[in-house]
């Protein structure tokens, strides 16, 4: 069973908007964390932001957050005001357990000028 | 500057021929993993390990054979069984002890010829 569901298709978004992307997953741990990862067409991964189960409190890390709603099992990030440099693949994972991560099968946002 | 280091960055091979990937970090983590990216697709985990001297089959294992003689090192053999190995390969590790991040190299670029 896929722990981790992206599911929307490519994204066009203007430059200064901010953009949603959805993140849903599966797991019957308490315990757990869910992250965000860039990869722009260079291909590196580049971490963006994490958030614990048990973080009461939404993450944010400059222009990045994350919208946590533990009883629907979502992780969606929102970026703001977005810029040229964010058009890249993102990518959501989770961390059970055992510390492997799961990855989703990615979003890709282009942002327009 | 601390940081994990993959190379090549391309890597041609013959059908048949067995080819290592490099992977090294100086960040002192002690966790440290091989992941596997299809085009359009998230990743796969291959091998990983917590600690020296040991290392754990991931969901892809079939046709890939690891080592970790050194806390700084995991590099990655494609073998020859592995029916499919083009693809782009990452190395990624994470500290044991208050960290929960997993920090990517470059990654490698393999194509079989």
Redesign the interface.
């Given at each position: 069973a896929q722990k981790i569901t992206q599911t929307q298709p490519g994204m066009f978004v203007q430059e200064k908007e901010a953009v949603t992307l959805d993140c849903t997953y599966d797991t019957s741990d308490q315990s757990y964390g869910l992250f965000w990862y860039k990869q722009p067409s260079s291909g590196e991964m580049i971490f963006l932001i994490y958030q614990g189960s048990y973080d009461e409190q939404n993450a944010t890390e400059g222009r990045y957050s994350l919208n946590f709603q533990k009883a629907r099992k979502s992780a969606n990030l929102v970026i703001s005001a977005s810029q040229l440099g964010d058009s890249a693949m993102y990518f959501c994972a989770m961390r059970e357990g055992d510390n492997r991560l799961a990855f989703g099968k990615g979003n890709q946002v282009v942002v327009i000028p | 500057d601390g940081g994990i280091t993959q190379s090549p960055k391309y890597l041609f091979r013959k059908e048949g021929q067995n080819v290592t990937l490099s992977c090294e970090q100086n960040l002192n983590h002690d966790?440290m993993?091989w992941y596997r990216q299809d085009p359009?697709?998230?990743?796969?985990?291959i091998y990983?390990s917590?600690i020296v001297n040991d290392f754990q089959k991931?969901d892809i294992a079939e046709g890939y054979s690891v080592s970790r003689e050194k806390k700084e090192s995991f590099p990655l053999t494609v073998t020859s069984a592995q029916k499919n190995p083009t693809a782009?390969y990452?190395c990624?590790s994470?500290g044991q002890f208050g960290t929960?991040?997993?920090?990517?190299?470059?990654?490698t670029?393999l194509t079989v010829l």
């Open positions: - | 966790a993993y359009g697709q998230g990743l796969r985990l990983y917590q991931g782009f990452l990624a994470m929960d991040t997993q920090y990517f190299g470059p990654g670029r």
